[in-house]
């Protein structure tokens, strides 16, 4: 748990509204149908760092190298088509490969493990898989496969844009926007 002085942090891309609102509808969807709840805890997002504790001390600093990425950025369109799924537990709506969300998420990554002495940014050595998750860690493995049924042939399309990149913060039970960051 983290400390007050160290609180918890990840960094991510937030749909517009539009897309975030049909998003977390599905998000509720899992919650009612299949049990599964907790991805309500953050914002439907694309991750680009796994949290992390950060001193509140040394945020300024986290707070002026992530504003140096984003005005180092150009904005560039996400495309989420269909949707997809880590066996047994997690079902998400999928991403269609994006060179320029690879790179950004590069560059954060790199700052933050450079500027920030961040070493957590690569979760078990897996690489970058973007995506946005509905369901995850308390889907049941029953209730998966009942709704990998009901999901792995639906068609689902949206297409957004990228001008801003959030720092989020947990309070304790769930994560909220701490800052925004516009992309140049």
């Known amino acids: 748990m983290p400390s007050k002085d160290h609180p918890l942090y990840f960094i991510a891309i937030i749909p517009p509204s539009s897309v975030r609102e049909e998003l977390q509808g599905l998000k509720e969807l899992f919650r009612d149908k299949y049990s599964?709840?907790?991805?309500?805890?953050?914002?439907p997002h694309i991750t680009l760092h796994m949290p992390f504790k950060f001193s509140d001390k040394k945020r300024e600093k986290m707070l002026k190298s992530l504003a140096n990425v984003a005005a180092h950025q150009e904005p560039?369109?996400?495309?989420?088509k269909n949707f997809s799924a880590f066996t047994p537990r997690v079902i998400?709506?999928?991403?269609?490969?994006?060179?320029?969300?690879k790179e950004l998420q590069r560059s954060i990554v790199e700052v933050c493990r450079v500027d920030l002495k961040l070493l957590n940014a690569n979760?078990?050595?897996?690489?970058?898989?973007?995506?946005i998750t509905l369901a995850f860690r308390d889907l049941k493995k029953p209730a998966f496969a009942e709704?990998?049924?009901?999901?792995e042939n639906k068609k689902y399309n949206a297409l957004f844009l990228v001008d801003s990149f959030c720092l989020l913060k947990h309070d304790g039970s769930k994560w909220l926007v701490d800052t925004e960051f516009s992309i140049a």
């Open 147 to 151: 709704a990998w049924k009901e999901f």
């Open 76 to 80: 560039f369109e996400v495309k989420l």
């Open 123 to 131: 979760y078990k050595n897996q690489a970058y898989h973007p995506h």
């Open 36 to 43: 599964s709840k907790a991805s309500l805890n953050s914002p």
């Open 92 to 101: 998400y709506a999928d991403i269609v490969e994006n060179e320029a969300l």
